[in-house]
């Protein structure tokens, strides 16, 4: 079961489970809109959503993505309903002022177009400018913190793909896997 869930999170992080979504997305200034992940994190046994509780009580439907500072993990399985979803990202790492964004990715792309653009611009660990069909999905809350670890979003999401980016304090960047959204 684990290895399971691991997989689909490093695959494309599946889609979500129907229902609410929690996970923590970043902020809306210019520089955060211009990101892109400059790193693909994969899924490890020491950043799994559940095994530890360091976000306190998830909100109800709740998505939670682990972030421990190299690699970041979600327990996404089933495709997202369209409306209003909240996330949780959970922040392990050391480092600082940790957050994510959830990043649309417009029609005739796709997950696999975002990972060729960062190795179009150098790779992992190169920050760039996020490509023209990378969007950003409006919050709806604003960002609340939730236990010692976790931050907790609402994003209004509509039909398509969607990608969980982490980034810290000095630009660093993951691209932490994607998710679809169908009609509600």
């Known amino acids: 079961m684990r290895l399971a869930r691991r997989a689909a999170a490093t695959v494309a992080l599946g889609a979500v489970a129907l229902g609410s979504l929690t996970v923590a ?6 520089a955060a809109d211009d990101a892109v992940p400059a790193t693909v994190a994969e899924s490890s046994d020491e950043a799994e959503p559940g095994d530890q509780d360091d976000a306190g009580d998830l909100p109800d439907g709740a998505i939670e993505v682990v972030f421990d500072g190299s690699d970041c993990s979600t327990d996404v399985s089933a495709a997202v309903t369209s409306g209003t979803h909240s996330f949780v990202l959970t922040d392990r790492s050391d480092l600082d002022h940790v957050e994510m964004w959830v990043r649309n990715i417009a029609e005739g792309h796709s997950y696999d177009d975002l990972l060729a653009a960062m190795r179009d611009a150098g790779g992992p660990g190169v920050y760039f400018a996020k490509p023209e ?3 950003s999905t409006p919050l709806v809350a ?3 913190p939730l236990g010692d670890d976790g931050t907790h979003y609402q994003h209004l999401v509509e039909p398509g793909t969607y990608a969980f980016v982490v980034a810290d304090a000095d630009d660093l960047i993951w691209l932490c896997g994607s ?4 009609d509600a």
């Open 179 to 182: 998710f679809e959204v169908v």
């Open 133 to 135: 069909f990378v969007g």
């Open 25 to 30: 997305c970043g902020s809306d200034d210019e």
């Open 142 to 144: 604003p960002a609340a």
